[in-house]
């Protein structure tokens, strides 16, 4: 018995320290997880906060387009960049009442018009390139004035005819010129007009048969400088009225009770509508008036000169009017000879920067008076 129950004893206290064992290892192992826990989570914390953030990508700035070739006439973009640096074409252009309307003329980069003879006027659409010339007429004969502006332009002249001061002065100076009836395949008369307005009235051409006649003459085609614009212009974008007095109806009386020429000014569009004979100067091409962002008047004295009652303008120099965003300012003008350029100053002598665009030169009468309202 005595044996028995020390045994009992002895196995109790076994039990007892192989429990309590057990229960330390537990508790160690729990240390352990929760100090590898611990650790673990203060690691992690320590790296997010010393972790530097990714910065936003910076949004890409749109890159201004580069404009292309500038069109020396306008100051605008050529529609054909690789029309740069070629000679314009003007071609006159028949202005009596019985001719009217014209064709093809809204899509002139310059338009001049003055006096010719008796009451009439004749006009001359310039071109910087040649292959923008739609059907156009009706075409005149040149004058010698005409082969002046052109000139100073290094215009090629297209037309039908001359007067005899302008074949001598075409002969004298052996300018470049496109006479229709030396190339007959570059121009057709419009049957409809030559039974309506009469058989002068009637002579169309566009701008394939030009350059076609142009290949053919062998005159350069390439401009002497091509770095000189006929204006100076202001950049693309910008855009200053003329420094004066308000002008958003314009008349411009070339004769007393025949030919005044009239300008009425849009500010949404910023043009001039050219008005004669009492109503738009409509192009048949568009049923529109032509339209201008400037118009520059040139004062100066104007004659008779030759039997035929043809008429001289003293192109030299003289006073005038630039007009644009329905203001007008007065201005001075040189000329010169034929190849000299049209330069616009205004009264300190400064060169005139004119807005980009189409413009209207008149070679007006200084017996004239122009009314502004």
């Known amino acids: 018995m005595i044996h028995s129950k020390a045994s009992r004893v002895i196995t109790i206290l076994a039990l007892s320290v192989l429990i309590g064992c057990l229960l330390v290892a537990a508790g160690c192992q729990g240390a352990q997880t929760t100090v590898l826990e611990t650790t673990q989570t203060s690691q992690t914390t320590e790296a997010q906060a010393t972790a530097t953030p990714s910065p936003s990508?910076?949004?890409?700035?749109?890159?201004t387009p580069t404009p292309g070739p500038l069109n020396p006439l306008t100051g605008l973009e050529l529609a054909n960049p690789e029309a740069r640096g070629q000679r314009p074409v003007a071609i006159m252009i028949n202005n009596i009442n019985t001719a009217v309307p014209q064709i093809g003329i809204a899509s002139a980069d310059l338009m001049f018009e003055m006096p010719v003879e008796w009451k009439i006027t004749r006009q001359m659409a310039v071109f910087a390139d040649v292959s923008q010339i739609p059907e156009i007429g009706s075409i005149r004969s040149a004058r010698h004035d005409y082969i002046d502006m052109a000139g100073g332009l290094d215009a090629i002249l297209v037309h039908v005819g001359a007067s005899n001061l302008a074949n001598?002065?075409?002969?004298?100076?052996?300018?470049?010129?496109?006479?229709?009836?030396?190339?007959?395949?570059?121009?057709?008369?419009?049957?409809?007009?030559?039974?309506q307005r009469g058989y002068e009235h009637s002579v169309k051409t566009t701008g394939e048969l030009l350059a076609a006649a142009l290949e053919e003459s062998g005159d350069r085609t390439e401009l002497l400088d091509d770095s000189l614009p006929a204006f100076q212009f202001?950049?693309?974008?910008?855009?200053?009225?003329?420094a004066g007095d308000p002008a958003l109806s314009v008349a411009v009386p070339y004769s007393a009770d025949y030919c005044v020429a009239t300008f009425d000014y849009d500010e949404n569009t910023?043009?001039?509508?050219?008005?004669?004979?009492?109503?738009?100067?409509?192009?048949?091409?568009?049923?529109?008036?032509i339209s201008f962002t400037n118009v520059i008047l040139i004062m100066t004295r104007v004659t008779i000169c030759d039997?035929?009652?043809?008429?001289?303008?003293?192109?030299?120099?003289?006073?005038?009017?630039?007009?644009?965003?329905?203001?007008?300012?007065?201005?001075?003008?040189?000329?010169?000879?034929?190849?000299?350029?049209?330069?616009i100053r205004?009264?300190?002598?400064?060169?005139?920067?004119?807005?980009?665009?189409?413009?209207?030169?008149?070679?007006?009468?200084?017996?004239?008076?122009?009314s502004f309202d």
Do not use: C, M
């Open 57 to 63: 990508p910076e949004p890409t700035a749109t890159p």
């Open 168 to 195: 001598d002065q075409f002969a004298k100076q052996d300018t470049d010129h496109i006479d229709l009836h030396v190339y007959p395949k570059a121009y057709w008369r419009d049957p409809e007009w030559r039974t």
């Open 234 to 242: 202001r950049p693309l974008g910008e855009f200053e009225p003329a």
């Open 270 to 289: 910023r043009l001039y509508a050219k008005g004669q004979y009492g109503a738009d100067q409509i192009d048949l091409a568009t049923d529109q008036a």
């Open 307 to 343: 039997d035929a009652g043809h008429k001289d303008a003293d192109l030299e120099s003289g006073n005038g009017y630039y007009i644009s965003g329905g203001a007008w300012q007065a201005i001075t003008w040189t000329k010169g000879g034929t190849e000299d350029r049209l330069a």
């Open 346 to 370: 205004d009264l300190d002598g400064n060169e005139i920067r004119l807005n980009a665009g189409k413009s209207y030169i008149g070679i007006v009468p200084d017996t004239r008076t122009i």
